[in-house]
C-alpha cells in the first residue's frame, strides 16, 4: 500500500484527546467515538462557573441561559441551520425521534402513512411504527439494494403517495457504512408533501452537514458519536416546529425550540456538545473528509485482499463512510470482535440495531457481521495493525 498523503496533522489531533494512547486501537468509533480534551473542559467549566437552571435573575443562571443560546447557534452552523431557534437539545438521538414521532404523528389517523427504510437504526424506524400503532396509520417500508446496502430510491419513490404524511430515512447506513442522495430522497418527499425526518448520527463524524442544502424538515444527530457527550440535537424547520404542537408539562414555554425540551435539559452536556462542534469546525469538516477516504481505501483494499472476508457495500469511495461491515469465512463475528479485543484493537460485532439490513443481507441469524470504522483520529499504522489482525484470524 502507498502511504497516505496525510492532510490533517494526525499526531496532534490525537494528542487532544486524552484518551488515546499508542496501547488501544479505536476501531469501535461507529458506536461512539472518544472525547475531545476540550469538551472535558467545557463540561467542568459548565459546572464550576454557571451551573443552574434556565430564567433566574442572578449570575449562574444567566449566564447558562446565555450557553445554551450560543449553543443553540453553534449547532445551527454545524447543520447549516437558518438560527439557533431550530435546534432542538435532548438525551439522545433515539429519544428525540421517540418523541418527535409523537408529535409529528399527533392529528394523523386511518389513512395516512409514514415511510421508512429497510437500511435504517432501529431508532429511526421503530419509533414511527410505535407511533403508527397508536394512531392506527400505515408503515410502509422502501426496500434497498442489498449489493451495494443503499436504499433504493426508485423503490422510495414508488411508496411515497399523497397521503404520505412522514418519510424517515437515514444519511449514512451505520451498519454498512454506505451514504444515501439524502437530497433526491428529501426531494421526493417535498414533491409529494411528506415531511422528511434525516438520521445524520452515523454521517456527522464523517462530512459536512447543510440542512438547508439538502432540503430535509428534521434531522437528527448525536453528539457522542462526533466526539461529544451524550446528547442529542435535533433541527427542524422553524415553521413545522411552530406548527406542530409539541407533548409537556403545563407551565414549560409554549414557544419553539424551548416548548419541545422535555424536563431539565443536560446544561453541562450541551455545554460539551458546543465545544465538540467548535473542536470540528476549527479543524475543518473538509479536512476530515479527505483524510478519512484515506483511511477508507486502505480499510476496503486491505479487507478485501485477505481471502475468505466478505464485506458488505458499495466499492465506491463517494458513497461511504470509514465504515465497513465484514465476516470472515468459518469465524463467528463474536469470536472475530473478542479476538481482536485481545490484542487491544476494539471493534463491534452483531447487528448494532441495524436490524433489517442485517436480515436483508440473510446473516442476522448467524451473529451479524463485524463492523470497523475510523476516524480522523486513527492513523495508517491503526488500520495495518487491525489488517493483521484480521488476515491472522482467516488464515
Known sequence: MNPIASTIDVAAVRAGFPSIDDRRVFLDNPGGTQVH????????????DMNSNLGGPFATSQATDA????????????????????????????????????????????????LVTGLDHDANVAPWMLAAVDRG???RQAGIDAESCLVDVDDFASK???????AAFGWASNGA???????????????????????AVHYAPHGTIDVGAIGCDFLVCSAYKFFGPHVGVLYGRAELLAQHRPYKVRPAPDEAPHSWETGTINMEGIAGTAAAIRYLTG?????????????????????EGIAGVIVYGTRDLD????TYAFNVAGRHPAEVSAALGERDIFVWDGNYYALELMQRLGIE????????????????????????GVAALAG
Open 283 to 303: 479543524l475543518g469538516m473538509e479536512q476530515v473528509t479527505v483524510y478519512e477516504r484515506e483511511l477508507s481505501a486502505r480499510l476496503l483494499e486491505g479487507l
Open 67 to 114: 450557553m445554551l443560546e450560543e449553543a443553540r447557534a453553534a449547532a445551527a452552523g454545524f447543520l447549516g441551520a437558518a438560527s439557533g431557534a431550530e435546534i432542538v437539545f435532548g438525551a439522545n438521538m433515539t429519544t428525540l425521534t421517540m418523541h418527535a414521532s409523537r408529535i409529528l404523528t399527533r392529528g394523523l389517523g386511518p389513512g395516512d402513512e409514514i
Open 160 to 166: 411515497l403517495t399523497g397521503r404520505t404524511r412522514v
Open 37 to 48: 480534551g476540550s469538551v472535558y473542559e467545557a463540561v467542568e467549566g459548565y459546572y464550576r
Open 319 to 322: 458513497r461511504r463512510c470509514p
Open 177 to 199: 457504512g454506505t451514504v444515501n442522495d439524502v437530497a433526491r430522497l428529501a426531494a421526493l418527499c417535498r414533491e409529494t408533501g411528506a415531511i422528511s425526518y434525516v438520521d
Open 365 to 388: 441469524d448467524s451473529g451479524g457481521a463485524v463492523r470497523v470504522g475510523a476516524v480522523h483520529y486513527n492513523t495508517p499504522a491503526e488500520i495495518d495493525a487491525f489488517l493483521e
Open 137 to 139: 396509520v400505515t408503515v
